[in-house]
Structures are given as C-alpha cells and as structure tokens.
C-alpha cells in the first residue's frame, strides 16, 4: 500500500501549514510567544525500508536517527524526524550531531549548498506502524495518547554533497491552541475557551 504521495489532502489553514515550503520551525516560531524543540531521541536506529529506500539506499537497515517534537508556548503540536546514513552523519550532516535544543532549520536553511526535493505528504492511518511509533514517542513524551486517528505528515529528502537526509514532519496535535493560524501576525497566548455561564 503506498502511502506518501505528491497530493496534500489537508484542508483550510492545516493544509497551508503542511504545504508551505521553507522553515516550519520558523512558522511556528512566528505563531506563539515562545517556540522550543525538545529531543527525544538521537543515535543510531533501525530503519524502516521505505525510509532507506527514500534515502536511494535501500539496503540500508540502520542509520543516523534524530527525533523531536515542536513546541509553541509549551504546548507539543509537531514530531518531527530526522534520518541519515551513520557515515554522512559523521561527514556532509555531522552539524546535526551538536544540534542539542536548537531547531534542525538552523542547518537547512541557513546554509548554503543543501538541496531539498518536492514535498511528499501522507495521512497515517491508525494500524500504520508509522502511526504507532509517533504515538508511542508522543505518550512517552507529553504523558497524553495522541487524540487524532489519522495524523497528517509530510516529509522531503535535503541533500549536501551526495549525500541524502530524510526529514519527516507528522502534525500530531489536533489542533493548536492558536488555531493553525496561517499568518504571523499573532503572537499572544491563546485564547481561553469559553465557559458557559
């Protein structure tokens, strides 16, 4: 079954946010008073065959892994992961390794000779094992299941000197507490739902 195509399904402001090209990070950093990353894993992983085959290294079976999720005035709202050969990790995307806190768009987008190819997007059902693992690392890390049943991902392939990083982007929370606005011109805390009287 495949499961990442070129077609985006989204609809409204959610669909703006996965499509939009250039830095998420710096989207949401524009969205809230304050944007954090926090890692949850980074080192080596088994990978899973679409993902080496994404990289055009298909026999690849482990490579260099780096998870996070991004955060908006404290709140979780995407997981994001980032996938590379062990030896390029060492070579071409060895920055990634001293990252710590600081957003992986430091490195994509604010140097030069990085190439990216067209957005893929993907809606990961529940049964999916893609699914699962962002639910998994998503509990493990907030301490709250994931509310949604069909996550909206997306993911491109950032290439520097032959060789390929894979970076996927899953949209886990439901909605943010900002409303996935589509402009940048909010930036105070969000809006407290009314009670009835």
């Known amino acids: 079954m495949k499961v990442w195509s070129k077609r985006n399904v ?34 080596l992983q088994a990978l899973d065959p679409d993902e080496a085959s994404a990289l055009g290294l298909s026999r690849l079976k482990v490579g260099y892994v ?29 920055s990634i ?16 000779g990085i190439a990216r190819t067209p957005l893929q997007f993907a809606s990961l059902q529940v049964a999916s094992s893609l699914h699962r693992h ?19 991902a997306r993911r491109s392939v950032f290439t520097r000197g032959a060789a390929p ?17 589509t402009t940048k011109t909010r930036r105070g805390p969000p809006a407290l739902p009314r009670t009835k009287p």
């Open 165 to 181: 990083l894979l970076v996927m982007e899953v949209f886990a929370a439901p909605h943010a507490p900002w409303g996935w606005l």
């Open 97 to 112: 390794r001293g990252l710590g806190t600081r957003p992986l768009a430091d490195v994509l987008f604010g140097q030069h």
């Open 10 to 43: 989204q609809r409204g402001n959610r669909k703006r946010w996965v499509g939009a090209t250039g830095s998420l990070s710096a989207r949401l950093a524009a969205a809230g008073q304050r944007f954090s990353v926090q890692v949850l894993s980074q080192g």
């Open 66 to 94: 780096r998870e996070v999720l991004l955060r908006v005035d404290e709140v979780a709202v995407v997981f994001a992961r980032s996938v590379t050969a062990h030896p390029h990790s060492q070579g071409p995307w060895r």
């Open 134 to 152: 962002v639910a998994h690392a998503w509990l493990g890390a907030t301490g709250a299941a994931l509310a949604s049943r069909v996550l909206p």
